[in-house]
């Protein structure tokens, strides 16, 4: 589980529980999420099928300005998408999905560096327990689990202290609080 062991020296910063009451509610937190995204952020993605990760994506997307339709790479692995942050400078991102992959060796083929240190990239990660003890920067981690048939709770948790000061962004933002 990303969160443990190689993540031990991060700041663990204050977390967010959510509620989410519709997929559409869902999407506008991924789009706030993107508003306030920069290249460099890392967000990982997890929870069961059905949880909401890709929904979440969807909204980050929309928020980052991007203009395709945002599917499932369940089977293409990673997506691409060409988006901007709020200044409107370029980025990429990459919608990564390791749900189907089973060894160190497989994950290693994916060329996740390379899209880590993008330096015009953001990647959201699905399945990322798959990495194992890999994840050794900074993230985001967003845990989601559906409660009942049209409600998720979402957990998000900052590892580090940029995703500290993006999810500080988020909750003043939508929830009027500071940080
Ligand atoms: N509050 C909610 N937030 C997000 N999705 C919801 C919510 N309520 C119902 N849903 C439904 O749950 C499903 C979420 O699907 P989604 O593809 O985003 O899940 P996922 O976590 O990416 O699953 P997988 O592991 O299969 O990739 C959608 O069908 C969506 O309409
Ligand atoms: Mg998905």
Redesign the pocket.
Known sequence: MAGNGANAGLTRGATLDFI????E??RRLGWRLGQHARAGDLFLLS?????????LTQGLAAGLGVADRVT?P?FALVNEHDGHDAEGASLRLYHI?L?RLETEAEVASVGLEDMLDDPAGICAI??PDRLGERVAREHLLIM?APVS????RLAFLPRGARPGELLAAIRAEAFGVGS
């Open positions: 989410s009451h519709s997929p509610q869902t929870g069961t099928f059905g949880a909401g990760k890709t929904a499932s369940s999905d749900y699905e399945w989601l048939e049209t409600k998720r």
